[in-house]
């Protein structure tokens, strides 16, 4: 019960402050079980199985693998049988008022426009779940591309199996799915910009200001399709009374999704993480940050090579030169890996309609809309990625606002470096080549003349005048 709410972590204690203060006794409503979707029985034990299936009057189920690069197995295992399994168990819960399944709103995302309702899928989950007890590993993975097909992952395509084995296992449950796009840091709840993890843009917002991403293949104007997490908590709690007291006839869907109703798109988001990053720039930079996007691949290819992958060998070779060991090679291919990983998401835009979502929203009182308000065209886009990128810095890099001018200093130095080496690799080039070329050399002589006859031309002017 007390790891719900650490006292030792200042963080996570100022996270749970505000519910504090209206519920006192918080701690004596939330009991923590243990439990791994790994298992039979998710391994929960007798006493908490007991209590949960007499008890349990809500279920929201969140858990997942996450990862994109997880073996279809351990995805099949987490995202599909573990739902099966979890919602047999709430078959046998004679309180259960509504069970809320999170999915994503990528499960169809081989789609352009998505309504809420579901696919069918090009396997059925029950066969998968099946052949996952006799392949052998090796097989699985050599299969997994031709199963996945135009999902870019295992973790869309067994999201989409988990919807459908929700669809077809619900009995007499009362189901709501809700498919959130991408989750980002707090909007308003409990303050701006809580974020705890490196999932989606989190990691690479990290390395944009450290100044180890400075390009990345996207395209601009694709919709950055980001929601807060607490508008996403908001509209679960929402879905959850709906749910339980309307009773729908069949399972509805709700899209937690921004770009409908208030889009903003990369090209917008990287200018404002720029300004961001210059106002309160992340301590101990690699280099000054930028955010260039290109769509081709070959220039991409270009600014990893030039951008990326040059200056980690030269920091390398640096650190060999004074006897250390060299990591930052290393480091930038796990980075390429990871952005290579994302690129799906930031070069394409998706139309997802949200009438249920919007439904719902007319269906609360205005009492309720302001506190699990979950609309988001009354968010500020401009105001929520500058306090995402604080939040990153606080809450994920634990920087403090104190070290700020000496972090600007820091980017003021590297500036510099940048301006030398810069000016020093054209002399070197430009030297290299009027040793080999005569039209250079012609250009050079050109050049240097023009400018010669120009200052004695203005020497001779200013003493006329004098
Ligand atoms: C110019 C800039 C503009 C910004 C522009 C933003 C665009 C942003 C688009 C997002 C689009 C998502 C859209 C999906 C929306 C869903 O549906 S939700 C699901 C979200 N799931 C995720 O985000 C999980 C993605 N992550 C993964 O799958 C795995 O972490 C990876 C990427 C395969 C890496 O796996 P791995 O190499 O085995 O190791 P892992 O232990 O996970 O992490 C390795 C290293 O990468 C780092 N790392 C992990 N994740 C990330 C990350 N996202 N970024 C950077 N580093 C990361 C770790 O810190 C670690 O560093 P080291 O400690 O080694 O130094
Ligand atoms: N992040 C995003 O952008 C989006 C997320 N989602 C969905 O939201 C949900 C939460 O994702 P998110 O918070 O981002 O990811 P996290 O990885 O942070 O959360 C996943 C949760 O699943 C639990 N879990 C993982 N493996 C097991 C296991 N073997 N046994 C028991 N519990 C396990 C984790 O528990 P523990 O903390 O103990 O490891 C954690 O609570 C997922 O269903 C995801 O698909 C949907 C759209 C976007």
Redesign the pocket.
């Known amino acids: 019960m007390d790891s719900l709410f650490p006292s030792d972590d200042h963080f996570i204690r100022k996270l749970f402050e505000k519910v504090k203060e209206v519920c006192p006794n918080v701690h004596e409503k939330i009991r923590a079980i243990y439990?791994?979707?790994?298992q039979n029985d998710f391994a929960i034990s007798k006493e908490d199985m007991q209590e949960l299936l007499s008890c349990t009057d809500i279920i929201f189920h969140?858990?997942?693998?996450?990862r994109f690069d997880d073996p279809l197995r351990h995805a099949v295992q987490?995202n599909v049988t573990a739902t099966q399994q979890l919602l047999l168990m709430a078959s046998q819960m004679p309180k259960l008022e509504a069970f809320i399944h999170?999915?994503?709103?990528f499960s169809n995302c081989n789609l352009k426009h998505i309504d809420e309702v579901i696919y069918p899928c090009p396997v059925e989950p029950k066969q998968l779940i099946d052949s996952m007890e006799w392949l052998d590993d090796a097989i699985i993975d050599e299969i997994t591309p031709k199963l996945i097909g135009d999902r870019p992952n295992t973790y869309t395509y067994t999201?989409a199996l988990g919807e459908m084995v929700v669809h077809q296992e619900s009995g007499n449950l009362n189901i709501a799915i809700i498919r959130?796009?991408?989750?980002g840091a707090t909007w308003q709840e409990p303050f701006p910009g809580w974020v705890d993890?490196l999932?989606?843009p989190n990691g690479l917002i990290i390395a944009a200001g450290k100044g180890f991403l400075r390009s990345i293949r996207a395209a601009p104007k694709a919709v950055a399709d980001v929601i807060p997490v607490d508008t996403v908590v908001n509209l679960m709690l929402a879905v959850g009374w709906y749910t339980a007291v309307h009773r729908p006839k069949s399972t509805l869907i709700y899209h937690c999704i921004s770009g409908n109703l208030n889009p903003c798109n990369w090209g917008k988001m990287g200018i404002q993480l720029l300004a961001t990053f210059e106002k309160v720039p992340f301590e101990r930079a690699f280099r000054r940050p930028n955010a260039d996007f290109t769509t081709n691949a070959i220039t991409n290819q270009y600014w990893n090579a030039v951008s990326h992958r040059a200056p980690a060998i030269i920091y390398d070779f640096y650190l060999r030169l004074t006897g250390r060991k060299p990591r930052m090679t290393k480091l930038m291919n796990r980075l390429l890996r990871t952005v290579s990983m994302l690129e799906y998401f930031v070069n394409r835009s998706w139309e997802w309609s949200t009438y249920n979502t919007e439904m719902l929203m007319a269906e609360l009182s205005p009492e309720d809309q302001r506190v699990f308000n979950f609309d988001v065209r009354q968010l500020n886009w401009l105001e929520y990625i500058e306090n995402y990128v604080l939040g990153v810095k606080k809450y994920l890099l634990k920087e403090d606002m104190a070290g700020v001018p000496e972090a600007k200093q820091h980017l003021r130095r590297l500036r510099n470096i940048h301006y030398l080496f810069n000016t020093a690799l054209f002399l070197i080039a430009w030297r290299l080549l009027i040793a080999r070329s005569q039209i250079a050399r012609n250009v050079w002589f050109f050049i240097v003349s023009f400018c010669y006859k120009f200052l004695s031309y203005f020497r001779a002017s200013s003493t006329l005048k004098v």
């Not at 959130?180 to 989750?183: K, Q, R, T």
Request: proline share 5%; glycine share 4%.
């Open positions: 439990a791994d979707l790994n969140c858990a997942a693998t996450v987490l999170i999915s994503t709103a999201k959130p796009s991408i989750v993890n999932n989606g």
